[in-house]
């Protein structure tokens, strides 16, 4: 398993980022197995994967190589044991992570272990992993079957064939990677995360509306989606483990929770996946009104 080639993943669970995960890793020719906890959500998955992928069939002349095999798995030993990556995907709650990567050390010597964490230390969860020099982040955007970026997060102790190996299985998987150090928040999630949670407090401060809001950083910055609405679709409950991540790990005020993202959560608006967040969303998952306070 120390060769740069990359032909089976295990992708560990079956949410929205695990899902997209895998339709990458399926449309790159890759052998998949997708692990979650109970066999209904699996199949649920399942479908929604095969469903997007009779919505996006290949052209007769595609260069694209023939598209690879899903299979599901509740055992996430069993997934781990013969494959050459573990891919891990599950909601952004350390006490979660640092179990599952407590279970990685079972894996064989040189499976490239991979965390999708945004936030959270790769040194961290290789020191849960027994210390193995294989554990390497590889952060995906949602969605992540679309999004070309990948962070590849290299820790302390991170060997330089696992970083090799995660630039390569990103190419393989059709993104753009590009390499950072261990920090809190790598490059992404420490710049957006603070544009984020300032245009929550200008709504909390009624500086302006949320609409406006984003429609100033799409017309005035050319970002192709305001920072709420960007909230709204990463999900009001993730973003709010985000900060609670960031703010533990870097001890900067920042990126302490504004208040209106705590109570929004707490009201189970979550975003785009409840129906309500900073903006309120039809069946279709199009934003129809602010969702107001």
């Known amino acids: 398993m120390t060769s740069q080639h990359t032909a089976t993943v295990a992708v560990l669970g079956a949410g929205t980022m695990g899902r997209g995960i895998a339709i990458a890793a399926l449309d790159a020719g890759l052998e998949v197995t997708l692990v979650d906890v109970g066999s209904a959500v699996l199949e649920a998955a399942r479908q929604r994967i095969a469903g997007y992928f009779e919505r996006h069939p290949r052209d007769e002349a595609s260069e694209l190589p023939v598209r690879g095999t899903l299979h599901t798995e509740t055992d996430l030993e069993a997934a781990s044991r013969h494959v050459d990556a573990v891919i891990e995907a599950v909601p952004e709650i350390l006490d979660l992570k640092l179990e599952i990567f407590g279970r990685l050390k079972a894996a064989p010597a040189g499976t ?73 928040g790598f490059v992404t999630s420490r710049l957006g995360l603070l544009l984020g949670t300032e245009a929550m407090r200008m709504v909390e401060e009624g500086v302006a509306t949320a609409g406006d809001i984003d429609k100033a950083m799409r017309l005035g910055y050319r970002h192709p989606m305001g920072p709420l609405e960007l909230a709204d679709l990463v999900g009001l409950d993730a973003r709010l483990n985000n900060l609670r991540s960031m703010h533990e790990r870097s001890g900067n005020d920042a990126y302490d929770p ?35 306070r």
Do not use: Q
């Not at 849960?128 to 070309?148: C, E, I, L, Y």
């Not at 209106?260 to 009104?289: C, M, N, P, Q, W």
């Open 112 to 184: 490239l272990l991979v965390s999708n964490t945004s936030t959270m230390s790769i040194g961290r969860l290789a020191e849960a992993a027994g210390g193995s020099a294989d554990v390497v982040g590889m952060h995906f955007f949602n969605p992540a079957h679309k999004m070309p970026l990948v962070e590849v997060v290299v820790g302390d102790g991170t060997s330089e064939s696992a970083r090799e190996r995660a630039v390569a299985l990103a190419h393989t998987l059709g993104k753009d990677p590009v390499v950072v150090r261990d920090v809190p």
């Open 258 to 292: 504004p208040a209106i993202l705590v109570e929004l959560v707490r009201e189970g608006h979550l975003g785009r996946k409840s129906g309500r967040g900073f903006f309120a969303y039809d069946e279709a998952g199009k934003a129809t009104t602010e969702a107001g």
